[in-house]
């Protein structure tokens, strides 16, 4: 079964300052996700990624397969970015399917 | 837009109720999720279904089971709550391929006391 370690678990950042968070994992992967999951509970899809970087907006995701590493980088960050940030691997379960399997998250708080 | 459903935001039942837990997508996605979120251990894998009629297990499937009748509804069955499952359930549902995105209902807080 996949490992999958985030870090920080939380992070609290000015206005304005770029951000950094990490994703690692144990085992090979088909894609890595990156969620957003607001107060209140609903989770939204950021980032699929299977290889290289991607970028919407503000957001950057970055993945290095031979490394099992993932970032997700915020620019210019604002209070409204203030969430949880969840990194989900998708990768073979014991049974033969694929399954997501989740970081526990790490909670980011923008102070204005 | 994608749009999954969950039949309550908040629930409070009684230990050795029975509880159902009801998911609605309106996207006509072939593949369905139940999770559970608890603080400190994420978000865990609670059963799938890929078809109608179809189920599998996750990771933590004891003390629940599920029923899919038709496509675009997905219930988490508790048989007998219990205070451990006291927790956060989240729906979820994607297009056939498992590298689509998955689109999450708004989660269900459960209360056991």
């Known amino acids: 079964k996949n490992e999958v370690e985030q870090s920080p678990q939380n992070l609290t950042a000015q206005e304005g300052e770029f951000i950094t968070i990490n994703c690692s994992y144990s085992?090979?992967?088909?894609?890595l996700h990156w969620l957003q999951q607001h107060p209140g509970g609903g989770i939204v899809s950021l980032f699929m990624?299977?290889?290289g970087k991607k970028k919407h907006g503000r957001l950057i995701a970055t993945i290095n397969i031979q490394e099992k590493h993932s970032s997700l980088h915020i620019t210019a960050s604002h209070p409204r970015d203030s969430a949880v940030y969840i990194c989900?691997?998708?990768?073979?379960?014991?049974?033969?399917?694929?399954?997501?399997?989740f970081g526990k998250g790490t909670k980011l708080s923008v102070i204005p | 837009d994608v749009k999954v459903t969950q039949s309550s935001r908040y629930l409070v039942k009684r230990t050795g109720e029975k509880v159902f837990l009801e998911c609605v997508q309106d996207?006509?996605?072939?593949?369905m999720f139940w999770y559970r979120q608890d603080p400190g251990l994420g978000l865990r894998l609670i059963y799938f279904?890929?078809?109608?009629?179809?189920?599998e297990k996750g990771d933590i499937p004891e003390g629940y089971s599920v029923s899919r009748e038709k496509k675009e509804r997905f219930s988490l069955i508790l048989e007998s709550a219990s205070t451990n499952q006291t927790s956060m359930y989240l729906c979820?549902?994607?297009?056939?391929?498992?590298?689509?995105?998955?689109?999450f209902g708004p989660g269900t807080r459960l209360t056991v006391l």
């Open positions: 989900a691997v998708l990768g073979l379960s014991g049974a033969g399917s694929y399954q997501l399997t």
């Open positions: 996207m006509d996605h072939e593949n």
């Open positions: 979820a549902s994607n297009e056939d391929s498992s590298y689509n995105e998955q689109f």
């Open positions: 990624l299977s290889s």
């Open positions: 279904s890929y078809d109608v009629k179809m189920k």
């Open positions: 085992v090979g992967i088909s894609a």
